[in-house]
């Protein structure tokens, strides 16, 4: 009985480019074994070596989480669909204190708000007087902040340590031409005051530790997580589960998006949705596998939608459900979350009661040791002059990638690829891998040794280095 299952974008590189796969089996457990069998490159991204699932990916029979079901023993039936979903980072009235009086200029700037009943001028004042916060002031910060700050968010805070870069203004645009360079704080700041100066903006240029975490999040009503990577993402969830407060979490890649509201005191938290982050470097960032530009300003505008239904008490929350996006299909898929009982930290028996050091627990820190397996450009360019064709530069990168720019005498062989094409290779040669910046080709590498090659060495900083320290005529991205 064929059953449908959905690849996620990180993962398509293993399929082909495929984002549906139809294979036959029983239960849960014989349709992965078909997957794996079809598509072995997956099998380190969805299984432990002892067989078991890996706890950063979850699997939803249809709507429901197997976990919840009978896990992988679950039955199948024709026309089910089978989710793949990997980690990627009703209301409550937020203020109960007097709430403050809207002046004739605010009544006029928030009419159309006033004119909705569900709003009114009560929820315009509950608005005024909300604290918000929000981590990053990048992809998902910039439409988020826009919005709430347009809306009337009377204080909105945000943490932040970046300059403007070139790169960001495909998607962040909160920031311009103009501040390139500059703190995107300042930038940040400087343009939400300028669409409404009846908001306050607070920031705090900081990288989010464990140190800092509590003081800075405790003064505010609600927590909106713009961040882009999983020691932050914990940090947040677990600094809001200890001190009571929602948090309104998305992500990004690509060309797909997740959104929901963590609130441990009525549902689940991030870690009842992912217990473990997945090793480090195993999902690829935006700067690795890109985003759509336009796709954190649906996601971060679904962010700020939630953040004032909160606020003001209106609809239907996100809590205990995971929005899903794809912008290719242009198609929503909600799946229910359910609070874990054995959640270490917002379960019946908690084990985390304070912050932990969460680089350490992503793995950060704790990667293997790589000395002398990585080779500079300025290295790599002699040999490759001395040897010629006796050093293999495979480019583990996207075709896509390859047509922007590439190294003279590279072999194209992406990373999704590379353990079905290792019989193209020879294996006492000297293989050099080589991508974008270093982290996929190291990758790379590592299935290369595994498979028994000896003589592999990573491109240190990738084409980009090369781009900028060999051929500076060589376009960068």
Same mark, same amino acid.
């Given at each position: 009985?064929?059953?449908?299952?959905?690849?996620?974008?990180?993962?398509?590189?293993?399929?082909?480019?495929?984002?549906?796969v139809? +294979?036959a089996g029983?239960?849960?457990?014989? =349709?992965?074994?078909?997957l794996?069998?079809?598509?072995?490159?997956?099998?380190r991204h969805l299984?432990?070596?002892?067989g078991?699932?890996?706890?950063? *990916?979850?699997?939803?029979?249809?709507?429901?989480?197997?976990?919840?079901?009978?896990?992988?023993?679950?039955p199948?039936s024709?026309?089910? *669909?089978?989710?793949?979903?990997p980690?990627? @980072?009703?209301? !409550?009235?937020?203020?109960e204190?007097?709430?403050?009086?809207?002046?004739?200029?605010?009544?006029?700037?928030?009419?159309?708000?006033?004119?909705?009943?569900?709003?009114?001028?009560?929820?315009?004042r509950?608005?005024k007087?909300?604290?918000?916060?929000?981590i990053?002031?990048g992809?998902?910060?910039?439409?988020?902040?826009?919005?709430?700050?347009?809306a009337?968010?009377?204080?909105?805070?945000i943490?932040?340590?970046d300059?403007?870069?070139?790169t960001?203004?495909?998607?962040?645009? =909160?920031?311009?031409?103009?501040?390139?360079?500059?703190?995107?704080?300042?930038?940040?700041?400087?343009?939400l005051?300028?669409?409404?100066?009846?908001?306050? =903006?607070?920031?705090?240029?900081?990288? +989010?530790?464990?140190?800092?975490?509590?003081?800075?999040? !405790?003064?505010?009503?609600?927590?909106?997580?713009?961040?882009?990577?999983?020691?932050?993402?914990?940090l =947040?969830?677990?600094?809001?589960?200890l001190?009571?407060?929602?948090?309104?979490?998305?992500?990004?890649?690509?060309?797909?998006?997740?959104?929901?509201?963590f609130?441990? %005191?009525?549902?689940?938290?991030?870690?009842?949705?992912?217990?473990?982050? /997945?090793?480090?470097?195993?999902?690829?960032?935006?700067?690795?596998?890109?985003?759509?530009?336009?796709l954190?300003g649906?996601?971060?505008?679904?962010? @700020?939608?939630?953040?004032i239904?909160?606020?003001?008490?209106?609809?239907?929350?996100?809590?205990?459900?995971?929005?899903l996006?794809?912008?290719?299909?242009? !198609?929503?898929?909600?799946?229910?979350? !359910?609070?874990?009982?054995?959640? /270490?930290?917002?379960?019946? %028996?908690p084990?985390?009661?304070?912050?932990?050091?969460?680089?350490?627990?992503c793995?950060?820190?704790?990667?293997?040791?790589?000395?002398? +397996?990585?080779?500079?450009?300025?290295?790599?360019r002699?040999?490759?002059?001395?040897?010629?064709?006796?050093?293999?530069?495979?480019?583990? #990168?996207?075709?896509?990638?390859?047509?922007?720019?590439?190294i003279?005498? @590279?072999?194209l062989?992406?990373?999704?690829?590379? /353990?079905?094409?290792?019989?193209?290779?020879?294996?006492?040669?000297?293989? *050099?891998?080589?991508?974008?910046?270093?982290g996929?080709?190291?990758?790379?590498?590592e299935?290369?040794?595994?498979?028994?090659?000896?003589?592999?060495?990573n491109l240190?900083g990738?084409?980009?280095?090369?781009?900028?320290?060999?051929?500076?005529?060589?376009? #960068?991205?």
């Amino acid at each position: 009985m064929p059953v449908t299952v959905s690849i996620p974008t990180p993962l398509r590189g293993f399929t082909g480019g495929r984002d549906a796969v139809e +294979l036959a089996g029983t239960t849960v457990g014989e =349709v992965l074994d078909g997957l794996l069998a079809t598509h072995a490159g997956l099998k380190r991204h969805l299984m432990q070596d002892d067989g078991r699932l890996r706890t950063f *990916v979850n699997l939803y029979l249809n709507d429901t989480d197997i976990r919840q079901l009978e896990s992988t023993a679950t039955p199948v039936s024709e026309g089910d *669909v089978l989710t793949i979903v990997p980690s990627i @980072a009703g209301g !409550r009235p937020a203020v109960e204190t007097a709430l403050p009086k809207l002046a004739h200029a605010e009544v006029l700037r928030y009419s159309r708000h006033l004119l909705l009943p569900e709003v009114g001028v009560e929820g315009q004042r509950k608005l005024k007087a909300a604290r918000v916060l929000t981590i990053g002031a990048g992809g998902l910060g910039s439409p988020l902040s826009l919005y709430l700050a347009a809306a009337g968010v009377g204080t909105i805070g945000i943490v932040d340590f970046d300059v403007v870069d070139l790169t960001n203004l495909q998607r962040q645009i =909160v920031h311009g031409t103009a501040t390139l360079g500059t703190s995107k704080l300042e930038s940040a700041k400087a343009r939400l005051t300028d669409l409404n100066p009846n908001v306050s =903006v607070e920031t705090h240029e900081a990288r +989010l530790t464990s140190e800092n975490a509590l003081e800075i999040l !405790r003064d505010y009503d609600i927590v909106v997580d713009g961040t882009d990577n999983f020691p932050t993402r914990y940090l =947040v969830n677990d600094a809001c589960v200890l001190l009571g407060k929602p948090n309104v979490y998305g992500s990004i890649f690509r060309f797909e998006g997740q959104a929901s509201l963590f609130y441990a %005191n009525e549902g689940p938290c991030y870690r009842c949705l992912y217990s473990e982050p /997945p090793p480090p470097g195993l999902v690829p960032s935006c700067a690795e596998g890109g985003v759509l530009g336009v796709l954190p300003g649906i996601i971060g505008s679904i962010q @700020a939608l939630e953040t004032i239904k909160w606020i003001i008490g209106a609809g239907d929350s996100l809590v205990g459900r995971l929005l899903l996006f794809d912008a290719l299909k242009l !198609r929503f898929r909600e799946l229910k979350l !359910r609070k874990d009982p054995d959640c /270490p930290i917002c379960g019946t %028996n908690p084990t985390i009661r304070e912050l932990i050091d969460y680089e350490a627990f992503c793995g950060i820190g704790a990667e293997p040791d790589y000395s002398g +397996l990585e080779i500079s450009v300025e290295e790599f360019r002699k040999e490759q002059k001395a040897k010629g064709d006796d050093l293999v530069l495979i480019d583990v #990168r996207e075709p896509h990638e390859w047509e922007i720019a590439h190294i003279d005498g @590279a072999r194209l062989i992406p990373l999704g690829q590379l /353990p079905d094409r290792l019989g193209e290779l020879d294996g006492h040669a000297e293989i *050099v891998t080589q991508c974008h910046k270093g982290g996929r080709s190291m990758k790379a590498l590592e299935i290369l040794r595994g498979a028994g090659f000896g003589k592999v060495r990573n491109l240190a900083g990738g084409i980009d280095a090369w781009a900028e320290r060999i051929e500076p005529g060589m376009a #960068r991205y």
